[in-house]
Each structure stands twice: as structure tokens, then as C-alpha cells.
């Protein structure tokens, strides 16, 4: 069984609420939550020590934990990074606290592979406030998004997991295309997913780890359209 540690805010928190269903005893997932956590208070955290993470399962707190606590806890195979959603497309957040985070897990857990969570864009709808840093525009912000984590993913050799790139695909379906008369893959905020944008993510999240196409994964959320996850599991299987 591989074990997944997430350092992240609420957008690992929606990409981890299925995974471990999905991957049915191949992954063990942790997600350390606050909501909106940028890097840079990911960083401050170290310093502190304070145990200001909910430590989660299936997007569930398990307990209050700090960032040095959840990295001792187990031996990680892997541990994943992330900018908060809203400076998610702006490059000059990332510096210098990404390579401080990086430094200070590798430190702590030399042989964990290091990876990098791409995060989605916000719905045309959404009202967040940062939006305005993207012009009110989806395709923008996806546009900025991609350009920013393909240079820092680059500069510190990260793999990257394409959540962000799945969301945007599945936008283009009939059932999810707001444009077009479509329900939105997020909730009434516009920009946290809802049950079939967490099983979207959880899907791909199942592939970047295991390896294995998520075509021929059995568990589907009872509350779930199959058909509609039918389609989710080809978009995760593409990107």
C-alpha cells in the first residue's frame, strides 16, 4: 500500500474525499487541512509547530496536528504541495516559500517522492474576490494556472497530478457545461468541487499513483449519476 501525505487547504481536501474508496486498499491518503492555506502559512507552520492542520481521511478530520507531526506520523511514500487556490495562477506567490516547504519535507523525508497538486479554475459564476486577479475569466485563470505550475514544476523537479486539467475537460461535457445549460462540477461558491468534481479528481489522483487506468474502477458514489462517472473515469484515464 502506497502512503499519501497532502499538504494543502480545501482543494486537497475535495481531491481527497474519494481516493481511498476508489483505489479500494492501494492508497492510504492524509490530507493537512486549513482552509485557504497559502504556501507562505505552510511555512510559518513549520516554524511554530503549532498543531493548527486538521489531519484527514476521506476529507474528514481524525484530529488537530502539525505539519512536522503529520510528517512523522508515517513513512510517506510520497507528499504533495499546493498553492492556495486564489494565487494558484499568480508566480509571484510561490517564491521563496515553496522551495522552503520543499526543503524542509525532504529534510524530514528524504526518500518520500515530492510532488505538486494543479489545482482548477473557478467557475464564470464564482464571486471570490481573487477572481478579479484573473479577469473574471475561467479560461485565464486556467491559462495563467498552467503557465506558473509548469515553471515552478520545472524549477524543482515536480511531477505533477493534472486535477485542474481533468476538471477543465469534464467542463466540456453536456452535463457539466454551464455554458450550455449544464450543471456546474462545482458547489453554489464556484470554485470548491462538488460529488462528481471530488470523484473526478479522486480518479486522477488513483491514476498518478498507482499507475493504473481508473477505466476499471468499481466504486461509484451511491448519490452519483453512473453514467455521468462512466465519463469522468475516460477524462481521468486521458489526462
Known sequence: ?????????????????????????ELFV??????????SLH???????????????????TGMISLDGALDAEDWDAVSVQQVSSLSGIADSYE???????????EKKPVAQLVFHRTWAYEDSSEHPAFEYYSRSRERMYEMIERTVSEIASRHNLPVIPSGVAVERARELPELDTRG????ITVADGF???????????????????????????FVPSELDASLCEKLKRIADEV
Open 30 to 39: 492524509r490530507n493537512l487541512y486549513i482552509g485557504g492555506c497559502p504556501l
Open 43 to 61: 511555512v510559518e507552520n513549520i516554524h511554530t509547530g503549532e498543531p493548527s492542520y486538521e489531519y484527514q481521511k476521506d476529507a474528514v478530520s
Open 181 to 184: 445549460g449544464g450543471s456546474p
Open 1 to 25: 500500500m502506497k502512503k499519501i501525505l497532502f499538504v494543502g487547504n480545501s482543494f486537497s481536501q475535495n481531491a481527497t474525499r474519494y481516493v481511498e474508496a476508489i483505489a479500494d486498499g
Open 96 to 106: 521563496p516559500y515553496i522551495t522552503e516547504l520543499l526543503a524542509h519535507i525532504r
Open 192 to 218: 470548491h468541487l462538488n460529488g462528481y468534481g471530488e470523484y473526478l479528481a479522486g480518479l486522477v489522483l488513483y491514476k498518478f499513483f498507482t499507475g493504473k487506468s481508473p477505466l476499471g474502477v468499481s
